[in-house]
């Protein structure tokens, strides 16, 4: 079973400047996650989707942060406009099913805004 | 606000020793706490978890010990390794009701000596 791949592994981008991440969740998993590191800190829970729909958004920083999943396979997060604020680690992870189940976590997208 | 603390940042231990790593919430809507460990270049992996209704449960040379009333709970290596070097991540998540939504400590990097 193929795993949570992200992509890319590394940007480097300006502040202001538009950057995407992508996540491939492991197939037939329904839930999907987006959770970020910030400077060495904790990791943050993001949003949460089921399917192609946002079961859960309370963790999304503002509105410079889009996440869509259309069609229920894989995720995309535009930053717009990027602040420095915003560099760190954004980790995606997948589950079969909803509740205390095992999340996979893919390696993880480091994003570093200059 | 921090709703899961872990001590310590960073902990140094000769090869056969005990890494211990110790985590407090404050939630006491948290009812599921997984330990993550996470390998550079890598993302988080599940190493093992426990449930409120135990005290203790061990896998291998890893144990974790729950303390409810005080809300804290600890990670022990045993016979620690080289290739137990790594960042390890307490985590905690409310009810499986509320999805796979965790919150997670700040991290612990483990080096082992050898």
């Known amino acids: 079973e193929a795993g949570v791949t992200q992509f890319p592994s590394h940007s480097v981008i300006e502040k202001g400047q538009t950057v995407t991440l992508r996540c491939d969740p492991i197939s037939g998993h329904d839930n999907l996650y987006w959770y970020r590191r910030v400077m060495g800190k904790e990791i943050k829970f993001l949003l949460h989707f089921v399917k192609e729909s946002k079961q859960d958004e309370s963790g999304m920083p503002n509105n410079r942060f889009l996440a869509e999943r259309t069609g229920g396979t894989y995720s995309t997060l535009k930053v717009q406009p990027a602040e420095l604020e915003d560099s760190g680690v954004y980790f995606c992870a997948s589950s079969r099913f909803s509740g205390a189940n095992v999340l996979t976590f893919g390696a993880g997208s480091r994003l570093t805004v200059l | 606000q921090q709703q899961v603390k872990q001590s310590p940042q960073s902990l140094i231990v000769q090869k056969g020793g005990i890494s211990i790593i110790n985590c407090a919430y404050e939630?006491?809507?948290?009812?599921?706490f997984p330990w993550y460990q996470q390998f550079p270049g890598k993302g988080p992996a599940l190493l093992i978890a426990i449930r409120p209704d135990v005290s203790e449960k061990k896998e291998g040379r890893f144990t974790i010990s729950f303390n409810k009333s005080a809300k804290q709970f600890s990670l022990h290596i045993m016979d620690s390794q080289p290739g137990d070097s790594a960042t390890y991540f307490c985590a905690a998540s409310p009810h499986k009701a509320a999805g796979n939504k965790l919150t997670f400590g700040g991290g612990t990097r483990v080096l082992v000596k050898p």
């Open positions: 939630n006491t809507a948290f009812d599921y």
